[in-house]
């Protein structure tokens, strides 16, 4: 018997077995339980959750701290004449222009680089280190310290406000960023990445930067309104201080808000790490900022027999500032105390470099950066929760002085060579009539009538 197959049939047969098969194998691998992950595979996904934690936090940080420059500018604006407006917000936005180019050409080498002698880095320029360590982290780390940087540069623009040429403050600008900053900032902070200066192998401590930061701008600061002199009618012919009332405390009270936000990002953020260790520095800055502005208060109602408001505003700032070193080496309670000392400190600061000094700084910002990050520093060593250590005071102490000698010195130089040269003070006829027009051309309020003078 003769059996004929059917071509159709059989390919048919075939297709059938074929995905009963794999319906088959397919089921049996679902009843195979994976491989029981490693020891080593567990570590390696938790270092991956970590290093992505620590990138997201570093770089969240750095936007709080970035977006104080827009406290900074608000401030000083606030704090000052009507006229100058345009002037102050167009100097605050240069700061971190320029500080972003200075930093990233030569900035931050000199800061972070490879620092055999420990006074300055060598090298990773223009970010070269990527080429040869292809880490990424780099670029996080990078912008979290720019941030800084310029900080430190605008400082200065509340204490030269009014009467500054607007190229002779670009050219400090650029300087700062590029060379004074960074260069102190080598000698306690180097070892964060490549370097590790000589105050930091004392053990130096300046957690987030009341020295390293503030007090270099506020002693620039103090420098460059000694070399400027005073504004037009701020002494009488007796060389007594009168008050040039500032444009906006509305103003000036949205900067301090705007700075008092951005601090969670500057004092925490320096962490660098997701970890627990922000939420203790979070309440430490918070409390001293509060009590800051209560001692500020108190100080200046006893003394001017009124709840002043500026001064308040700038004992916020100077607790801000102070507990900026000590933040992560100091108690809650201890926070409360340095913050409420700041705030007396900067009401007595302020009136002492104007009335004794006569230096007029229309912001404090000498009082509230360079006098309370150097008070903050020394903080650092008071009330250290370790214990208290004279040898750590005096290592404490010998930062605070070579910051102000460094920034001071190097600062008074600059602005006498920017007088000889471009120039540094504009006309008495363009500071009359105010920078906005002069400097600029442009009016912020063209709206309004302006009458001061």
């Avoid at 050219?171 to 102190?184: C, E, G, K």
């Avoid at 520095?281 to 006893?302: H, K, M, P, R, S």
């Amino acid at each position: 018997m003769k059996i004929k197959f059917n071509r159709n049939l059989i390919i048919f047969i075939c297709l059938l077995l074929l995905n009963l098969v794999g319906i088959v194998y397919a089921q049996e691998a679902q009843t195979t339980p994976p491989p029981e992950p490693t020891i080593s595979d567990l570590v390696k996904k938790i270092e991956t959750v970590q290093k992505n934690a620590n990138f997201v936090w570093t770089l969240v940080a750095a936007f709080f701290v970035f977006f104080m420059q827009a406290g900074f500018a608000m401030v000083e604006t606030g704090l000052t004449r009507a006229k100058n407006a345009v002037n102050i917000m167009m100097k605050n936005l240069m700061d971190y222009v320029l500080g972003s180019v200075a930093f990233f050409f030569i900035g931050f080498g000199l800061m972070f680089g490879t620092n055999p002698t420990g006074f300055i880095g060598t090298d990773g320029f223009m970010l070269s280190d990527y080429a040869k360590d292809k880490d990424l982290w780099l670029f996080a780390f990078w912008m979290f310290q720019v941030v800084f940087a310029a900080t430190s540069a605008t400082i200065v623009s509340g204490a030269m406000a009014e009467r500054t040429k607007f190229i002779a403050y670009l050219i400090y600008s650029f300087v700062i960023s590029a060379v004074i900053y960074p260069i102190f900032g080598s000698w306690c902070w180097g070892g964060l990445y490549h370097g590790k200066g000589w105050l930091e192998k004392m053990g130096f401590i300046d957690f987030a930067g009341s020295t390293v930061v503030h007090s270099i701008g506020g002693w620039a600061a103090l420098a460059g309104a000694i070399v400027l002199g005073p504004r037009i009618g701020k002494f009488d012919a007796s060389g007594k201080p009168k008050a040039i009332p500032g444009h906006s405390i509305t103003l000036a009270t949205l900067g301090v808000f705007i700075l008092w936000f951005g601090w969670f990002g500057f004092n925490p953020g320096s962490t660098t790490v997701a970890g627990g260790d922000a939420a203790k520095i979070a309440v430490n800055t918070n409390l001293a900022a509060a009590t800051g502005g209560l001692g500020a208060l108190i100080t200046a109602w006893i003394l001017f027999k009124k709840p002043e408001a500026t001064m308040s505003l700038n004992g916020v700032l100077a607790g801000l500032v102070a507990i900026t070193a000590p933040c992560n080496n100091v108690s809650a309670l201890s926070s409360l105390i340095i913050g409420f000392l700041a705030g007396i400190i900067v009401v007595i600061s302020v009136l002492f470099i104007e009335k004794v000094l006569k230096v007029d700084d229309p912001v404090g910002a000498v009082s509230v950066h360079g006098v309370c990050g150097a008070f903050g520093t020394l903080c650092a060593a008071i009330f250290n929760e370790a214990g208290f250590s004279m040898q750590l005071l005096y290592v404490q102490a010998l930062g605070v002085i070579c910051a102000f000698l460094w920034s001071f010195i190097l600062c008074f130089i600059l602005f006498k060579i920017i007088a000889l040269t471009v120039g540094l003070r504009v006309s008495k006829e363009e500071e009359m009539e105010g920078l906005d027009i002069t400097e600029h051309g442009n009016i912020a309020y063209p709206d309004f009538v302006h009458t001061e003078k």
